[in-house]
């Protein structure tokens, strides 16, 4: 790995704002998570919000029979005039009759059965047993009291690895839900680097999951999982610190550090990935053009924020305002500050209507933001993209980091194409 | 505890949120935990608005909850007004601040704010979105509307359009215009585009304009009892009731002056030859109460449908519901559990679905064509051009887009002659949608399916028939044979009719025999 020139970011002081967020809880991570898994069940316990969040969050309904499903708590739950456990029992009990396919069953906690203190890790022990062994029940908290947005994926893996089985095999565990196209091609790079045996988490199916143990190596794909991250050290297994296998340098960088800890030099890595590199690189070379000299800023989403702001300063030319994130874990974050130059804005949390204002006074050329932002503030006449696409496309990798540009890439072009028609409706500003 | 897949409605202070998002100069304070935010999506992406909702979310955290969440709400109460600079301030909790019981209304009660300030009761647990905005309506009303002198000449309020109503907006636009050809101004049209003032002269009308019961029969009816405002009871779906809406307000306002009618087309396109084939449709029918009533009149007298089905998800319409299901011979269906309504639609078979966007969807796995006519909506029931439900122009969109998903009159014919025509086959569906026609899978694929399932056993995809009576294979072949469009009835109607006859099998007599009894 190359020595970055200088500290970069590492130093700058973090703007730490607490106030109104306009983000999404944890419980959203379930829209990609049950696709990911497939015999996995998501059962949140929770209120009609909950589950008119999964819906709006989906936005168009998948209707090819989703395999999530919500426990709406009713007054009798609370008023204790039901047993909540067993109105749980029996709800599950029918879902699981109604659903034979079903191997893993998580119970995903909200913020109505935080704050009732529903304890829904004794609810899985004792579903456990009772469905034991065709299904496996884990629980974790979805809730917004506790989550943000990509937190819930943190949280769903976390809640896993604990379960794994053992192993003393010198093994490379790649985590992170990744869409299965990406997965393919980051194990065929693997494979052909010389790294292996591969292991995913989350595995595609129960009976695929990982050993692990103290000789596993881990590499993080996403930059959102310092829970599982802990978890995983806490079963002995030991990190491989990268930046983020984003765009056609972060990619570089990910596969030298983990080729580096089987033993494999950088020489043999430039030489498997020349090909695809040069292909990332010209890719990426379309939609610079567009995003060259241009100005962004981040507001706060996924945690994949500052590796973004990373890909898009160093590959695309742009110039960072404020890179905010909703945690900043330093750790897992430090690979990816020291490559970014000093200058923008670091900040985590949000207080929304400040922000909005430091939007305003810096009129960026690109403004990353909620889908709840996104028409107003080009109703403001500030170009947009909204950063939930940012998880739902496969963006990691060679293959991708010219979709990863384009995805930035699209919106100036757009208004570039729409430029005689806009409405640009400047009074909205004021 | 219940389980949900799907929701028709969301919670209760998202009805809320619309009747404030539709207003001016109102802003909202919720106490909630971060994710709740959530909801401004729907106003921003779904309906394309270009302001944020006017909505302020406390966003505790878990860490809060032993501390102080109270102090966050007064803070984020105090922000807002500074900020905002509203005339008035809605205060309310959602699900989860509901447990903590911090009384967000008692807080801002004690803050002296210099705007009134009004504290909504939502009970997350118990009701759902359209009480939320029924409620949010009702409580500005009792809070802002002043008695005062009528208006010299007569004008009215209308009553009911909120942020994300399905075709509110252009509903507005078209019975105020008709309302003003009849020489009747709107002296505030409510929550849409009011503000707090105007709902504070809203006394100064001679009756009310009631658009949607959903949103807002409480307030008429609370208007009606304290400001002696009678308020009209029809719904102007359709030309029929549309009519009999303009025969209302004449009663009310006195009214004398003619409406043009030369814009409604609906009579004389459902009239033409062309519609024939819309002769005895059997359509099924579910959404919100108001819009499901209105449509099942519009769709059997209107356009020669047969209404096979009907219900709503809002058990708050249930009873004018059931007594109008009795009306048309049917039992209505009255639930919120998407899976129960997939069910009812699959026991009717019809040949459309009338419903919303998650009919839409059961239709699409069952393979039979759905019109949208009522909320829960889609980014797709905001259309950029002018399209009411209601009034005279409301009435010829109601016959364009209910006709739309059909396969066209003559090109049911001709899939009938030549249905196994490999390119111009039933299954590839309307030839205006321009969906691709797949080829059909050749006899062998089809025995050899058949042969797997044993010959007499229908597919899994179709419904279940009752336990006693066989489908033999030839009538099941024979039954294949028949137009998608119309399979679940023939099949249903067959098995019926073998059951009323003590069949024990289905012959292709039997199927032929059911064709020529239940004939039309």
Not at chain 1, 92 to 121: N, Y
Not at chain 1, 188 to 201: F, K
Not at chain 1, 386 to 397: K, N, R, Y
Not at chain 2, 204 to 231: C, G, I, K, M
Request: net charge negative.
């Amino acid at each position: 790995m190359t020595t970055p020139p200088t500290s970069g970011c590492t130093d700058t002081p973090v703007l730490r704002e607490r106030g109104q967020r306009e983000v999404f809880c944890g419980l959203t991570g379930i829209i990609w998570l049950h696709r990911k898994m497939q015999d996995a069940f998501f059962l949140v316990v929770g209120s009609r919000t909950c589950a008119h969040l999964l819906q709006s969050a989906a936005g168009v309904m998948i209707f090819a029979e989703p395999r999530f499903g919500t426990a709406i708590l009713e007054e009798k739950d609370l008023a204790g005039m039901a047993d909540a456990n067993a109105e749980l029992d029996r709800e599950v009990a029918r879902l699981l009759e109604r659903r034979p396919d079903i191997r893993q069953l998580f119970l995903v906690g909200s913020c109505p059965s935080e704050v009732i203190k529903l304890d829904l890790s004794r609810a899985a022990e004792r579903l456990s047993e009772i469905h034991a062994p065709r299904v496996r029940v884990l629980n974790y908290s979805g809730s917004g009291i506790e989550t943000t947005f990509t937190e819930g994926e943190d949280a769903c893996l976390a809640a896993m690895v604990p379960a794994l089985p053992k192993t003393e095999a010198r093994e490379l565990l790649m985590v992170g839900a990744l869409p299965d196209v990406v997965e393919d091609q980051a194990l065929a790079l693997l494979d052909q680097i010389g790294v292996g045996p591969v292991r995913c988490l989350p595995a595609k199916r129960a009976e695929l999951d990982a050993a692990i143990g103290p000789n596993t190596r881990y590499a993080l794909t996403q930059p959102f999982l310092g829970d599982t991250h802990a978890a995983l050290q806490r079963r002995g297994a030991q990190r491989i610190a990268a930046p983020f296998p984003f765009g056609a340098e972060g990619t570089t960088l990910w596969l030298k550090a983990v080729a580096a800890e089987f033993g494999i030099g950088p020489d043999t890595v430039d030489a498997v990935v020349a090909a695809p590199r040069a292909r990332a690189e010209k890719a990426i070379a379309a939609a610079a053009a567009t995003l060259q000299g241009k100005r962004v800023f981040f507001m706060p989403d996924s945690q994949l924020e500052i590796p973004l702001a990373r890909f898009l300063t160093r590959e695309c030319g742009m110039q960072a305002i404020e890179i905010s994130t909703p945690f900043l874990h330093a750790e897992l974050h430090r690979p990816e500050l020291e490559l970014i130059a000093k200058g923008p804005t670091i900040s985590e949390g949000q207080d929304v209507d400040l922000q909005l204002d430091r939007v305003r006074a810096t009129r960026p050329d690109l403004t990353i933001c909620g889908l709840g932002l996104a028409n107003p503030l080009e109703a403001e006449g500030l170009a947009t993209k909204w950063a939930i696409e940012l998880v739902f496309t496969p963006v990691h990798f060679y293959e991708q980091a010219g979709d990863l540009a384009a995805l930035f890439a699209r919106p100036l072009r757009r208004r570039e194409i729409l430029r005689a028609s806009h409405p640009n409706r400047m009074e909205a500003a004021e | 505890m219940k389980l949900a897949v799907w929701t028709y409605e969301g919670p209760p202070h998202v009805g809320a949120m619309r009747v404030a998002t539709g207003m001016r100069d109102l802003h909202m304070v919720l106490h909630a935990p971060q994710g709740d935010t959530y909801a401004d999506l729907l106003f921003t992406m779904i309906e394309r608005r270009d302001h944020r909702p006017p909505v302020s979310y406390t966003t505790f955290q878990a860490r809060d909850l032993g501390a102080d969440t109270a102090g966050l709400f007064m803070t984020a109460a105090r922000d807002a007004h500074a900020r905002f600079d509203p005339q008035a301030l809605l205060v309310a909790a959602s699900c989860t601040a509901e447990l903590i019981q911090d009384d967000p209304g008692g807080l801002a009660e004690t803050m002296g704010l210099p705007v009134p300030v009004i504290p909504l009761e939502l009970p997350s647990y118990q009701r759902k979105e359209n009480f939320g905005a029924d409620e949010a309506f009702l409580q500005l009303c009792r809070a802002l509307a002043r008695p005062m002198a009528r208006t010299e000449r007569v004008t009215c309020n209308i009553l009911g359009p909120t942020a994300l109503g399905f075709r509110h907006r252009d509903d507005l636009a078209e019975i105020t215009g008709l309302l003003s050809e009849m020489g009747i101004e709107v002296n505030v049209a409510a929550p849409m585009g009011a503000s707090p003032a105007d709902i504070a002269r809203m006394g100064a009308a001679h009756f009310n304009v009631l658009l949607y019961p959903e949103t807002a029969e409480s307030a008429a009816r609370w208007l009606e009892r304290e400001h002696d405002q009678p308020f009209t009871k029809t719904i102007p779906i359709g030309a029929h009731a549309t009519r009999a809406f303009i025969e209302e307000v004449r009663a009310l306002s006195g009214s004398t002056l003619a409406v043009d009618e030369s814009r409604l087309r609906l009579p004389w396109w459902a009239a033409s030859v062309d519609s024939t084939y819309l002769t005895g449709k059997r359509v099924f029918l579910f959404g919100d109460g108001t819009h499901v009533m209105a449509a099942a009149k519009v769709a059997r007298d209107e356009m020669g449908f047969e209404v096979c089905g009907m219900g709503c998800y809002n058990r708050e319409q249930a009873r004018p519901m059931r007594a109008l299901a009795k009306e048309f011979g049917l039992t209505a269906l009255i639930t919120d559990d998407y899976l129960d309504v997939e069910a009812a639609i699959e026991e009717a078979a019809p040949e459309m679905i009338m419903g919303t966007q998650m009919e839409r969807h059961i239709g699409k796995r069952l393979g039979i064509p759905c019109a949208v006519i009522s909320a829960p909506v889609h980014v797709q029931d905001f259309p950029a051009r002018y399209s009411p439900q209601m009034g005279f122009e409301g009435a010829n969109v109601l016959f364009d887009t209910w006709v739309h998903p059909l396969v066209m009159g003559l090109e049911e014919h001709l899939l009938v002659m030549f249905r196994e025509d490999f390119e111009f086959h039933d299954a590839a569906g309307p030839s205006h949608h321009g969906s691709k026609a797949q080829p059909l899978p050749t006899e062998a694929t089809a025995a050899h399916a058949a042969a797997d399932e044993g010959g007499v056993t229908p597919p899994p995809a179709a419904p279940p028939s009752p336990d006693s009576i066989v489908w033999l294979g030839c009538a099941e072949r024979e039954l294949k044979k028949i137009p998608f469009f119309v399979r679940g009835k023939a099949r249903r109607n067959t098995e019926k009719f073998a059951g009323e006859k003590g069949l024990r099998e289905i012959t292709v007599d039997t199927l032929y025999e059911a064709k020529a009894h239940y004939a039309r």
